[in-house]
């Protein structure tokens, strides 16, 4: 059953303790030679809607400048001679028979041809990978997008010893990453016919995988009181004063959310971080996002980013340690809570105008995260408006029925809360989980994603989602 879907994601954790692995993998080294067409084009088959994230709000300049380089890049490096020609063609053709043969879909490979046939050669030699191995292989579309050549050996050099095994985890999560094992633990004592279940909680820990293989420095981020700094930076006189130490749990968890949200379940729950994640898209873009939590310094990427919003420093620590504590109360309570919506709120108004109250995609997305924080619940906003601005549960499930009121409803199944905000291709959609049947059906609808106007309220087109689940599931 779904009813404890959201005290389970709750208590999903890895572990996080940092082993950075070194050696060769499991693969040869040969460049990538695919077009790298594949970094815009949608995986996403379920939804109608084709177009771009025009809509959303523009990148910062520094994203476009990379991009206009990279773009740029590609066309030096793929104009094609003939031979080479024939020689993509072939890889081509060989990936997409590689891809038939294990119930891949073309649409998976985001044109990444050469780096397909390395991941499947690299999967069929791991033979730890047990149960999970075909949910790696589906995982091929997230890798597809965020590794950088440069961190291929290092990739690889994990896939080829990653290992699952069902046991009983120390905590009660129903699933956890160990980094320093390399290792996916399934809860034995979870209810395994639940395959839905079981499907959002492998991804959830898969991304916890990639994150940790796809870069290869990490160091650990200090504030001395006058500088974020890594331990490195830090000089003897600065290690005997005071610093506090600072960790990107929050953007861990919620990035394993919000990702596994996008590619697999198509709707934001879990973690609070990942609606919170969805308002840095919406504010900045998907790339910002996307540096946060696949970049492997991650914490000095968040500290930059509110910096650059002119957020004073000790406002920063506090909202670290706040984030962290709603996002796991293991973590100690702040002493200065920092609400997630103020800080969103800040962002906005850097980056944008003041105008945030008029936005309802934004307002949305505040309010979802308004009605699910717990930890800091009682703690006040810096935005002292929000008091008579935000929704609570109850109106947000009030929400929820207008929309399903507009919709023709051809399932029993029920949502599970109220819809939420999730950005397709950077388009905003209204998305829900539904109530499965206890028994498996691989045809049955997991979630309705609604695309939605905003301003008028108003149903535009809706779809029942059936994931793709690997072939074997039954
Ligand atoms: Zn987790």
Redesign the pocket.
């Known amino acids: 059953m779904f009813r404890s879907q959201r005290v389970r994601s709750v208590f999903?954790?890895?572990v996080l303790v940092i082993s950075i692995l070194a050696g060769a993998g499991c693969q040869k080294s040969t460049r990538s030679k695919e077009t790298a067409t594949s970094q815009s084009e949608s995986k996403e088959t379920t939804v109608t809607q084709s177009e771009s994230s025009e809509t959303v709000a523009a990148s910062s300049s520094s994203e476009s400048t990379e991009k206009q380089e990279s773009s740029s890049e590609i066309k030096e490096t793929t104009k094609p001679t003939s031979d080479e020609s024939s020689e993509d063609e072939k890889l081509k053709q060989d990936a997409l028979k590689l891809a038939e043969e294990l119930g891949v879909k073309e649409e998976e490979l985001h044109g990444k041809y050469d780096l397909f046939i390395k991941y499947t050669d690299c999967i069929n030699q791991n033979t730890d990978l047990g149960f999970i191995e075909d949910y790696v292989l589906h995982l091929f579309p997230v890798l597809a997008d965020h590794l950088k050549p440069e961190d291929e050996s290092f990739f690889f050099s994990r896939l080829s010893n990653l290992k699952a095994v069902y046991g009983e985890s120390a905590t009660r999560s129903a699933g956890e990453?160990h980094i320093d094992d390399n290792m996916i633990l399934m809860n034995e004592l979870g209810d395994t016919t639940e395959c839905f279940a079981n499907y959002d909680t492998m991804y959830?820990?898969l991304m916890?995988f990639i994150d940790h293989s796809v870069g290869t420095y990490r160091s650990h981020v200090y504030y001395t009181g006058k500088q974020f700094a890594h331990g490195e930076e830090l000089t003897d006189q600065e290690w005997g004063g005071e610093y506090v130490s600072l960790e990107e749990h929050f953007i861990?968890?919620g990035g394993?959310d919000y990702y596994t949200g996008k590619y697999y379940r198509k709707a934001i729950d879990g973690y609070l971080a990942a609606s919170f994640l969805s308002g840095i898209e919406w504010v900045y873009g998907a790339e910002t996002v996307d540096r946060l939590f696949f970049n492997s310094d991650s914490t000095m990427e968040y500290i930059r980013l509110l910096q650059d919003a002119g957020i004073p420093d000790q406002k920063i620590v506090d909202s670290i340690v706040s984030f962290n504590y709603e996002t796991n109360n293991r973590y100690d309570a702040p002493e200065n809570s920092v609400r997630f919506e103020d800080i969103l709120i800040d962002l906005y108004e850097s980056k944008k105008d003041t105008g945030w109250k008029d936005d309802k995609v934004f307002m949305q997305i505040l309010n979802e995260i308004h009605a699910w924080t717990l930890s800091l619940a009682e703690y006040p906003f810096t935005h002292e408006e929000l008091n008579s601005l935000l929704l609570d549960t109850q109106a947000l499930e009030k929400k929820s029925q207008n929309v399903m009121d507009q919709i023709d409803q051809r399932t029993s199944q029920e949502l599970i809360h109220f819809f939420k905000l999730i950005l397709l291709d950077g388009k905003p959609y209204l998305s829900e989980t539904l109530f499965t049947s206890d028994e498996f059906d691989r045809t049955e609808p997991t979630t309705l994603i609604v695309e939605y106007d905003f301003d008028q309220e108003k149903v535009i087109s809706y779809k029942y989602y059936v994931p793709d689940y690997p072939k074997w599931i039954n």
């Open positions: 999903l954790t890895g990453y959830h820990e916890h861990v968890e394993a």
